[in-house]
């Protein structure tokens, strides 16, 4: 069963620029998620998307990052412009619906602003 | 979510059993408690999750008090490749929702 796929694996840009990251869920997980972890924490869930409508966005900076997923299997997140607390790994996880306590996660995107 | 601790860090010997607590003291009567780990420069993997019976798969044992206000994740025989941040959390089953906090860092020596 191949994973749930995300590129590209590291990225460095400066401030003010503008990034996107993509992932690609394990096929027929309808639920999909994007964590930040930022070095030395555990996780924080950015967004939740079931199939293409979002579920939950609440701990999302609307101001600067924004994500879809149009045809309700890949998705892509966005930060623009970038800040430097914004340095972090961004993990995409996807899960069967009704099983969202068995996460399948990517190796994550490791995002450097400088 | 009930709140749980955990010790940032531990040592096991390689061939022993790794015991990592996790205090969960105000788990409510319908929250689960899950584990998963975390090895490093990967994603976090689920391990097991259990609701008040012991639990054991393949990877490993959920012991849970019968208060259910602590519970261990054990290791049988710890190897190098054990070596991550494992993770206890507790959520109502169902909830589509996982917050994860620090965890332990386990490291596995020779």
């Known amino acids: 069963e191949a994973g749930v796929a995300q590129s590209p694996r590291y990225k460095i840009i400066e401030k003010r620029q503008s990034v996107a990251f993509w992932c690609n869920p394990i096929?027929?997980?309808?639920?999909l998620y994007w964590y930040q972890q930022i070095l030395g924490q555990g996780p924080k869930l950015l967004i939740q998307?079931?199939?293409?409508?979002?579920?939950?966005d609440s701990q999302l900076p609307k101001d600067r990052f924004s994500a879809e997923r149009l045809k309700g299997v890949d998705s892509t997140l966005k930060i623009q412009p970038a800040k430097l607390e914004d340095s972090a790994v961004y993990l995409c996880?996807?899960?069967?619906?009704?099983?969202?306590?068995?996460?399948?996660f990517g190796s994550g995107t490791q995002l450097s602003v400088l | 979510d009930a709140k749980t601790t955990q010790p940032p860090s531990m040592d096991c010997a390689e061939g022993r059993a790794a015991n990592l607590p996790c205090n969960h003291s105000?788990?409510?009567?319908?929250?689960?408690v899950y584990w998963y780990r975390q090895i490093h420069s990967q994603g976090p993997q689920y391990i097991i999750h259990?609701?008040?019976n012991n639990e054991t798969n393949e990877m490993a044992s959920l012991i849970i008090t019968e208060d259910r206000k602590s519970s261990t994740l054990i290791l049988p025989h710890a190897t190098l490749r054990d070596t991550a941040v494992y993770y206890c959390?507790?959520?109502?089953?169902?909830?589509?929702?996982?917050?994860f906090g620090t965890g332990t860092r386990l490291t596995i020596i020779p």
């Open positions: 998307f079931q199939n293409n409508g979002v579920v939950d």
């Open positions: 096929s027929g997980h309808a639920t």
């Open positions: 105000t788990i409510s009567g319908n929250e689960y």
């Open positions: 996880a996807s899960s069967l619906v009704g099983q969202g306590w068995k996460l399948f």
């Open positions: 259990g609701l008040k």
């Open positions: 959390i507790t959520t109502n089953f169902g909830n589509e929702k996982l917050t």
